[in-house]
Every structure is written in structure tokens, then in C-alpha cells.
């Protein structure tokens, strides 16, 4: 099992910065793939960013150009940079895990809330 445990989210105004990070209780050399997903209130759950273990990043729509993931294998950290953020970036962020190897492979943290105002 994995736990995942999420930091970096909050308040801030339309066009400016945050960067989250989710810190994994084992070495991250060992997880198939990370990444972030966002829910906002009412909406399904979705993909923001995901990165596997040979390192390919795949984007959702609504973060490309403005989200970077990246991952500090010393730390076992997972990080979500976000520029420009817009009020629609308003969402509970969550961290997540999958190892192949495992039953259940899929892990989720339990999310950091980032809320942009106008």
C-alpha cells in the first residue's frame, strides 16, 4: 500500500500561482504511475496530470500549457505546478498512485482544496 498525503493548495486570485505537492509514504521509484485529478463541486472527477514511471506526462485539457507535474525521487514528492490559474481551476485537488503489483492498484490521497477567485 501507498499513502498520499497532499499540501499547497488555498486561496488565490485569478492569474497568479500555486504549486501542490503530495508526499508518498514509499519510494516512488516502485509506482506504475502518479498524478493529479481535481473534482469541483457537482462535476465528475478528472484528469489534470499524470506521469508514469518511464517519465511520460500526459495532460488533461484543462491544465495543458499553464500545469507542470513533476516528481523529486529523493522525496518521494509528486508536484503540480499552476500558473495562471483561472476561477474554473476551482476544485478539490487529489493525489494519485497506482502499482500494478498491488491489489487494489489505484491509491488517492485526500486532497487539497484550491480556490481561485476573479
Known amino acids: 500500500q501507498v499513502q498520499l498525503v497532499e499540501s499547497g493548495g488555498g486561496l488565490v486570485q485569478a492569474g497568479g500561482s500555486l504549486r501542490l505537492s503530495c508526499v508518498a509514504s514509499?519510494?516512488?521509484?516502485?509506482?506504475?504511475?502518479m498524478g493529479w485529478y481535481r473534482q469541483a463541486p457537482g462535476k465528475k472527477r478528472e484528469l489534470v496530470a499524470l506521469?508514469?514511471?518511464?517519465?511520460?506526462?500526459t495532460y488533461g485539457d484543462s491544465g495543458k500549457d499553464r500545469f507542470t507535474i513533476s516528481r523529486d525521487k529523493a522525496k518521494n514528492t509528486l508536484y503540480l505546478q499552476m500558473n495562471s490559474l483561472k476561477p474554473e481551476d476551482t476544485a478539490l485537488y487529489y493525489c494519485?498512485?497506482?502499482?500494478?503489483?498491488?491489489?487494489?492498484?489505484?491509491?488517492w490521497g485526500q486532497g487539497t482544496q484550491v480556490t481561485v477567485s476573479s
Open positions: 514509499r519510494s516512488i521509484f516502485g509506482i506504475n504511475a
Open positions: 506521469v508514469t514511471l518511464s517519465g511520460t506526462t
Open positions: 494519485y498512485a497506482q502499482i500494478l503489483r498491488f491489489t487494489p492498484p489505484d491509491y
